[in-house]
Structures are given as C-alpha cells and as structure tokens.
C-alpha cells in the first residue's frame, strides 16, 4: 500500500503570508494526487487534482505542483478563510489513500 | 447541481446492524464511481472504498474489507454503507463522495454532508 506523509504537521502563520504543504509518497503515484481543504463541522472540499489543477471555484491564491512521490500545494497569501486541514489523497489503484494532514491555524 | 444527500445520524448499541445511505441527484448515478471515507473523532480521513452503480464493481480498502459492505441501488441512485455487527470503534462520521470524472481514477467532489454514527452501550 502506498503511503501518503504529509508536512509539516502544523503550519502557524498569519493572514497575509505565504503557506507551503508537502506530501510526499512512498512509491511514484504518477499525477494522480488530490488536495482537500477541510474545515471544523464541514466535509472536505477538492482544491486541486491532477496534482496542479484547480477544481471549480478555487481561488488562484491556492496553487500546486509535483509529480511522482513529491508533491507542494501553496497558498500565495493567507486569507482568513484559509485556516483549516488540508489532506492530500492518492486516486491511483486502490486503495486510493489519503495523508494524515496538515494544519494550518493562525499564529 | 450534483448533489449528495446522506442519512442522519445514528446511535446504535455494540452489536446492531446498520445501513446508511448516500443518495446522488443532478448527474447520471451510473456513471460514475462513489466513496466512502471514514472520519474518527478529531482525526484524518480513511479512505474505506468505491463502487461503480453501473454494475455494482466495488474496491475496498484491505483495512475494511471484510469489515463494512459497499452495495447501490441504481434504480433510485442510493449508495449504501452497512455494518453487520457494529462495534465502540465504529464510531466517526462517514462522508460518501463521488469520483469528479467518470472513471475509476478519479478524485472526490462532491461529497455528502456526512453522516455520524454513534456506537455506545
């Protein structure tokens, strides 16, 4: 089974500045990778798939990059609104995995 | 709009059975896969598996397998998560999500809204 790792495990930044999440894969998951914003009571939401395209909605403040087993999603300036998880997922063969989190809370 | 409307929530004993359902609208149901993925209290999503309504072909993930049973019924586009036996551990909230293209690789969008389950003596 193909591991997602997800760092760091908490990002503390304030509104305004740049946050950068890594994921990183145990084998090559090619461009099938997925982000996800989630935040308190709600279900997550997709932010990005094919590992660097936005999904309906998404504002371009919010970009991704990587292919392969290494993987970044940026947020170009923290909005309030921005604080939350953020998972990334795997949609290869199955299981289709996702990683544990990142945090990103106000500092 | 594509919509996924889930079951509400649920309290059940150890033991009981369950079936929560997870109904698809504004889209064509047999076209594309739908997941479940589960949600412990205060902790990351667990992807648990995926079926095709269009001919029931379902994925699980080995750490459910055997565990929960993925089924549809695509004559009311209704996807269905159920438990034989529930145990303490079963207890989180469970989102279903359809695949956002119509192929079995594919990432989630929508999802439902969610659906807690409590299980507690």
Known sequence: ?107 | EVQLVQSGAEVKKPGESLKISCKGSGYSFTNYWIGWVRQMPGKGLEWMGIIYPGDSDTRYSPSFQGQVTISADKSISTAYLQWSSLKASDTAMYYCARHVVSSRFGAFDPWGQGTLVTVSS
């Not at chain 1, 994921?23 to 090559?28: P, T, Y």
């Not at chain 1, 308190?40 to 395209?53: C, E, K, M, T």
């Not at chain 1, 999603?73 to 063969?93: K, M, N, W």
């Open chain 1, 1 to 107: 089974e193909i591991v997602l790792t997800q760092s760091p495990g908490t990002l503390s930044l304030s509104p305004g500045e740049r946050a950068t999440l890594s994921c990183r894969a145990s084998q090559s998951v090619s461009s099938y990778l997925a982000w996800y914003q989630q935040k308190p009571g709600q279900a997550p939401r997709l932010l990005i798939y094919g590992a660097s395209s936005r999904a309906t909605g998404i504002p371009d403040r919010f970009s991704a990059s990587g292919s392969g087993t290494d993987f970044t999603l940026t947020i170009s300036r923290l909005e309030p609104e921005d604080f939350a998880v953020y998972y990334c997922q795997r949609y290869g063969t199955s299981p289709q995995t996702f990683g544990q989190g990142t945090k990103v809370e106000i500092k």
